[in-house]
């Protein structure tokens, strides 16, 4: 018999709040103050020994302060502590001389920093940020600074100045691709879904290469119920970025909204460590599938998580599927 839980079941709220926890997690709306990891790797298509290069991460304000982290002699590196959002990244060498810039958006979302270097053109691969075709739209400054501002507002709750302040940055530099995404982020946060995808499909278009539009698309288009559009955009995101949280996710909500659940669980799995809301969709399907025990594990580890804004009700929904179990 297949356990059908009460009025704590996961239903569309559960949906939709998970869509609006990635979008927030990953932007930093309405959430001052996180930081996270950046990690990555320079590539050459020669084998290097590094020497004396660092990584430098700046923020867009001017009243910040630069992070700073060695490059190892592999070519890997790490900065801790670096705030959600945009920021300058650069490779300098010995003698402070930039190898590399651009921006880079970073979250706990986005995939590991993959810098390609070669000769006679330098070009960047972010597994979920950039690519080289972006390299060649550098956008102005005021920009730049719009871009910031509108990251200023979001961290201050005022989404509608963050909104404003992107439309801006997108006035002055139409083929800002960061700016048409996190405004198409923003209007996810907002649930206006139809404004999003448009913003999305832009940002999309200026760098189909690019993983991040791709995935916010996919998220856009799911609550649109445009279900088999959303796949295509989630998958293409993950044969970009196969570590991504957020791609899994997206790929994993779409096969179950197609009734694909099977498929969907794999998907859900890898995404489950950085969005613990692929926990609960894992669960429902396990208990389509008469897993209860497959099913209550998931749900016990949503709980353990810190910070998961549905523990009330998946407490109360795991309190029902042990009792109805015995277990």
């Not at 609006?20 to 590539?43: D, E, H």
């Amino acid at each position: 018999m297949t356990f059908t839980p009460g009025k704590h079941s996961f239903t569309r709220r559960f949906m939709i709040g998970a869509l609006m926890w990635f979008v927030s997690a990953a932007f930093g709306l309405a959430q001052p103050g996180p930081s996270c990891t950046l990690s990555g790797r320079i590539q050459t298509p020669a084998s290097a020994v590094w020497t004396g290069q660092t990584l430098v991460v700046e923020p867009l304000s001017t009243d910040g302060f630069a992070i700073r982290s060695s490059i190892r002699p592999d070519g890997s590196f790490e900065a801790r502590d670096i705030s959600y959002g945009t920021h300058w990244v650069s490779i300098v060498d010995t003698d402070g001389a930039i190898l590399w810039r651009d921006l880079v958006s970073i979250s706990p979302a986005a995939g590991p920093l993959i810098v390609q270097l070669d000769e006679p053109q330098r070009k960047m691969d972010r597994t979920g940020t950039v690519s080289v075709s972006r390299l060649r739209r550098k956008p102005p400054a005021a920009a730049v600074r719009e871009l910031h501002l509108a990251e200023k507002a979001g961290a201050d709750s005022d989404l509608s100045e963050s909104i404003a302040h992107l439309r801006r940055a997108i006035e002055l530099a139409p083929e800002m691709q960061d700016a048409r995404n996190n405004l198409g982020a923003k209007y996810l946060h907002l649930g206006d879904y139809e404004s999003a995808r448009k913003e999305l499909e832009a940002a999309v278009n200026l760098d189909p290469d690019t993983p991040t539009p791709h995935i916010n698309l996919a998220l856009a288009l799911l609550a649109l119920n445009r279900n088999a559009e959303a796949e295509q955009h989630a998958l293409l995101a993950v044969r970009r970025d196969p570590l991504s949280g957020g791609a899994n996710f997206a790929a994993g909500m779409a096969l179950d909204r197609l009734g694909r659940s099977d498929d969907a669980l794999p998907y859900l799995d890898r995404a489950s460590a950085q969005v613990p809301q692929a926990l609960l969709i894992q669960a429902r399907i396990l208990l389509a599938h008469s897993e209860a025990a497959r099913a209550a594990r998931k749900l016990e580890e949503y709980v353990s998580r810190p910070g998961v804004s549905e523990r009330t009700d998946v407490k109360r929904w795991l309190d029902e599927l042990r009792a109805h179990t015995g277990h």
